[in-house]
């Protein structure tokens, strides 16, 4: 419940972004600033999915901006995030996550 209540405040706060990974066919740091440059408020949270590779590359190097694969995206994470942005892949995997979680709840 908790994953999907802070999701549903990034979205409420519309903080919450989507990100083509598949645009990234190599890693490139000024295309991926690019694409964040009117976001950066604050904290950046990038979260891919574990093919995405070379926009995971093409972030990791930019200050204020944290990626992290959506397996390992915590709570946490996305409650320290000004702004979270994420492609399709990682965001049916958290939502799908936070749905397993409630199902094993109920």
Not at 3 to 8: A, D, F, P, Q, Y
Not at 33 to 61: C, H, M, Q, T, Y
């Amino acid at each position: 419940a908790a994953l999907r209540s802070v999701l549903s405040v990034h979205a409420e706060r519309k903080s919450i972004f989507g990100l083509d990974a598949g645009g990234f066919e190599a890693p490139s740091t000024k295309q991926a600033a690019d694409l964040i440059a009117d976001r950066r408020g604050g904290s950046v949270l990038i979260v891919v999915g574990a093919d995405e590779v070379a926009a995971a590359k093409s972030f990791r190097n930019i200050a204020g901006v944290s990626v992290v694969a959506a397996e390992d995206c915590g709570v946490a994470d996305l409650v320290g995030a000004a702004t979270f942005v994420t492609s399709e892949a990682a965001l049916e995997a958290l939502t799908a996550r936070a749905a397993k979680r409630e199902e094993a709840s109920a």
